[in-house]
């Protein structure tokens, strides 16, 4: 196997994990990533695997209806871009749809040694909350371009 098919082949079994993401496959982690994996995300910045496990274990625990769709997989020679759909209900938020993407780099055996998320947690989270959400509204139209009349201004 050259080292392109042991990375194609870890990024497929990578965003398989994902969309199959549960408690039971948490236990995947050591044959998906190397034991110094790094997962960052708006959020967290998560090192080595018990952490990233929490991360996964603590999102799964807030989420319900929780899944992932991989829609495209972009390689480079020494990263793999993931594009993806996030649905999800939070108690305070409600239904969340997310598109973002993920920088993923991986070792020369194909598992994952870095992972970082990319997503609008501005426009999906903190706009949405209670308290928050008016007075960062307010701000976005002030600084924005678009007349108030525009949709999502």
């Known amino acids: 196997m050259t080292p392109d098919d042991a990375r194609s082949r870890g990024l497929d079994a990578w965003a398989a994990f994902f969309e199959t993401l549960s408690p039971a496959t948490l236990d ?3 044959e998906l ?10 959020f967290n910045d998560a090192h080595g695997r018990d ?3 929490a991360v996964l274990a603590h999102t799964l625990d807030g989420c319900r209806d929780l ?3 991989v829609t495209h997989r972009l390689y480079a020679p020494d990263l793999a871009i993931l594009r ?3 649905e999800a ?8 749809d997310v598109i973002g993407t993920s920088e993923v780099r991986q070792a020369a055996d194909g598992r994952v040694s870095e ?8 426009e999906q ?3 949405r909350l209670p308290l928050l959400g008016a007075p960062l509204r307010l701000i976005q139209r002030r600084l924005g371009a678009a007349p108030p009349e525009w949709p999502g201004a």
Do not use: K, N, Q
Not at 89 to 96: E, F, K, M, S, V
């Open 28 to 30: 995947r982690l050591p």
């Open 33 to 42: 990533t190397v034991a110094e994996v790094r997962f960052r995300d708006p």
């Open 51 to 53: 952490a990233v496990r």
């Open 67 to 69: 899944r992932f769709t």
């Open 84 to 86: 993806w759909r996030f």
């Open 89 to 96: 209900t939070l108690p305070a938020i409600g239904r969340l």
């Open 115 to 122: 992972h970082i998320d990319h997503w609008d947690s501005g």
């Open 125 to 127: 989270i903190y706009l």
